[in-house]
């Protein structure tokens, strides 16, 4: 049986063992005044749409000891040190390792902080459509390039369609950017796409720990830009409302 103390150690082992050229030893806890962080917490995945994840664990990566529990609609609020940049890890048993972009945290906090947390069993699939072998030293990430307008917590064909996303530093061209395509509502990776579909998605595989940015273009549109701390053996999905946003 999976304990919350069981949980926080695995959490703890993700950001721990940090060697003297680490790039992950200098990401420290913020120490300013007190910040509310409210945000959802959804399963992803294939015939999941609504499904929540009652009862894991949000929490800070670079303090795992300041967390809370999701309640069964989904929710989660909790306290966080304000000043800085922070990343925030969702842990379950039976899903794997997901944590957000990383976000300055004000003094106003976070109001809408967003997970979309695939299964083991989805993780697997979605590696096995898109040709990757998820490299347990590494992280993969995911975001989502949505429209302006559209749900805050996403939903289906919110896609800024055409829009390119590139990754700073960059990466090798197998580790992509690969889009989700979308045909009658069915979602897969596909190696072949050039630029987002109406979904959105995309993902970078297999990423060398460290610090990047994430930045999409397209004609006539501006977008937000995604700040990413890669912690090995993480899947990071800067899922909506704090991924790529058209403004």
């Known amino acids: 049986m999976l304990t919350r103390a069981s949980i926080l150690a695995a959490i703890l082992a993700l950001s721990a063992g940090c060697s003297d050229d680490d790039p992950t030893a200098d ?11 409210n945000g959802m917490a959804f399963v992803f995945g294939p015939n999941t749409a609504g499904l929540t994840i009652e009862g894991s664990v949000v929490a800070i990566a670079e303090a795992p000891e300041i967390s809370t529990t ?12 304000s000043g800085g940049p922070t990343t925030f890890s969702v842990v379950k048993e039976g899903f794997h390792p997901n944590q ?36 347990p ?28 996303v590139t990754i700073d530093p960059a990466l090798p061209a197998e580790s992509g950017p690969i889009y989700f395509a979308y045909a009658g ?7 072949e796409l050039t630029s987002a579909s109406i979904d959105g998605g995309v993902i970078f595989a297999n990423v060398p720990v460290g610090e990047y940015t994430l930045r999409a273009e397209k004609a006539g549109t501006q977008f ?21 946003q058209e403004i």
């Open 27 to 37: 990401w420290i806890a913020n120490d300013g005044p007190p910040a509310t962080i």
């Open 185 to 191: 509502g069915t979602i897969y990776p596909d190696r």
């Open 224 to 244: 937000t830009e995604v700040g990413i701390r890669c912690r090995a053996g993480v899947l990071v999905n800067a899922a909506p409302p704090n991924g790529l």
């Open 137 to 164: 030293t590494r992280c993969q990430i995911s975001t989502t390039v949505s429209r302006a307008g559209t749900e805050p917590y996403g939903g289906e064909a919110l896609g800024a369609e055409g829009a390119v």
């Open 70 to 81: 999701v309640a069964a609609d989904g929710s989660f609020t909790f306290q966080v040190p």
């Open 100 to 135: 957000s972009a990383t976000l300055e945290v004000g003094a106003d906090g976070v109001a809408m902080l967003g997970f979309q947390s695939p299964t083991v069993e989805a993780f697997e699939l979605l590696g096995t459509i898109a040709r990757v072998v998820p490299d």
